[in-house]
């Protein structure tokens, strides 16, 4: 069992930027992928951006250049930082964890809200 609570989420103007944080407790040894999802009203789920085991590292084109995905697993924490950013980058945040190769989301943390005005 892995449990996730997201933070950092606010409002900001359009070219700002936030960070957030995922703070994880419970078998942590055993998660090979860190993700985090967004989701606007009406709109599908969307992968953010994803680290795996091996360091590997996913951006979607709609952030790549201006969010940075990263880790502090001495403090089981994973982040992302949101930097330039975009009235469409308005969503909740998720961030999930796999615990197998072949899945992002086994577990999943309730969320944080990230508003950008123009």
């Known amino acids: 069992q892995v449990q996730l609570v997201e933070s950092g989420g606010g409002l900001v103007q359009a070219g700002g930027s936030l960070k957030l944080a995922c703070a994880a407790s419970g078998t942590i040894s055993s998660v090979d992928a860190w993700t985090w999802f967004r989701q606007a009203p009406g709109k599908e789920r969307e992968l953010v951006a994803n680290?795996?085991?091996?360091?590997?590292?996913y951006y979607a084109e709609s952030v790549k250049g201006r969010f940075t995905i990263s880790r502090d697993m001495a403090k089981n924490t994973l982040f992302l930082e949101m930097n330039r950013l975009k009235p469409e980058d308005t969503a909740k945040y998720y961030c999930a964890v796999g615990m197998l190769a072949t899945t992002l989301d086994d577990y999943r943390g309730p969320g944080t809200q990230v508003t950008v005005s123009p």
């Open positions: 680290i795996k085991k091996d360091n590997s590292v």
